[in-house]
């Protein structure tokens, strides 16, 4: 649940009058993506813009914010614009004060990992493996490696049209079970620091089902919705056919043509859309460090 306090209606109100800031939205050349260059989002943001970045989320699913030299309050406070935050499971990994920013790291510090260093190693929407879902990512980035660490996007709503009509209407009825314990003692098994889940944390990630093939509810757009990561099975299916089914429609789903190729640059702030697109991170070298943070924005029930 969100608390609305008094300083939030003072800056809304701040930041509906708020002058415009000069910044421009410049498409990426790739199925997904663009970058907003010259805004900073811990500047008060008026209506008319904030309308201009909430149209470039939903035409490119990713924006990346150039140059946030901003604090994890400004991150959340600019988060919290578009929805309610959600809080990850792997409480583990907070940011200390700050319990809606998740760090994803590969930094070890006196031998305990800082952050969740195996974030998206497997195609994935951000939560789907809840009732509502992830509407989108805020990812900010704090410390990047000299090479690798790249995170990749693939355009799911292009998954769907492309996908041959006879497996369209085939899929279009059916739903999927998505669960974050898919693949998480096959993770702990490879990353051993990752911790024991509580019974707590495990009542908490109780699995969901959603149809396979979801409508924005912004836009309108179908979109194929099942993952590698989270989902288990299709409902109603025997498992020999489920698994056929689902791997016949992860391998369509991130095709080179539907994928853009995020290479971090020093403070940016990605800004992906969960309901239109999966996303993997493509792999950092152990020797080098990787620190992000992250806020969750959440969705509507899937439709
Ligand atoms: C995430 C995630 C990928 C990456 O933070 O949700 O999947 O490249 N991260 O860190
Ligand atoms: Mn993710």
Same mark, same amino acid.
């Given at each position: ?21 000069d910044? $421009? ?9 663009? $970058? ?28 990346v914010?150039?140059?946030?030299? #901003?604090?994890? @309050?400004?991150?959340v ?34 031998? @305990? ?17 809840? @009732? ?18 790249d ?50 944390q ?25 993952? $590698? ?11 020999? $056919? ?5 791997? @016949? ?9 539907? #994928? ?30 990787r ?5 969750t ?7």
């Amino acid at each position: 649940m969100t608390v609305i306090t008094p300083t939030d209606i003072e800056n809304a109100a701040a930041q509906a009058v708020a002058a415009p800031q000069d910044f $421009e939205v410049r498409p990426f050349d790739a199925p997904v993506g663009a $970058e907003v260059v010259g805004l900073d989002i811990s500047k008060p943001i008026n209506a008319a813009d904030f309308a201009r970045l909430h149209r470039a989320h939903l035409d490119h699913h990713v924006v990346v914010f150039r140059d946030q030299r #901003v604090s994890p @309050e400004d991150h959340v406070a600019f988060s919290r614009r578009f929805g309610p935050l959600q809080i990850h499971v792997l409480h583990q990994f907070q940011l200390q004060g700050h319990p809606e920013v998740l760090i994803v790291s590969n930094i070890k510090e006196n031998g @305990e990992p800082i952050g969740l260093g195996d974030a998206g190693v497997y195609w994935h929407s951000d939560l789907s493996y809840k @009732e509502t879902p992830s509407l989108g990512s805020l990812l900010h980035a704090q410390e990047l490696p000299s090479e690798g660490g790249d995170t990749l996007f693939a355009d799911q709503h292009l998954a769907w049209e492309t996908l041959p009509p006879a497996l369209q209407q085939r899929i279009l009825p059916l739903k999927a079970e998505h669960s974050y314990l898919a693949k998480y003692e096959e993770l702990r098994a490879k990353n051993p620091w990752r911790p024991k889940l509580s019974q707590q944390q495990v009542d908490q990630v109780a699995p969901a089902v959603h149809p396979i093939v979801r409508t924005h509810p912004e836009t309108g757009r179908k979109a194929l919705f099942v993952s $590698e990561h989270f989902t288990t099975r299709i409902v109603g299916l025997p498992q020999d $056919e489920s698994d056929a089914l689902l791997a @016949e429609l992860f391998a369509h789903s991130v095709q080179p043509a539907f #994928v853009y190729r995020h290479e971090w640059k020093p403070h940016d702030l990605v800004f992906w859309d969960n309901r239109s697109l999966m996303h993997l991170a493509a792999g950092t070298p152990d020797h080098l460090r990787r620190k992000l943070f992250r806020t969750t924005i959440e969705g509507d029930r899937v439709f």
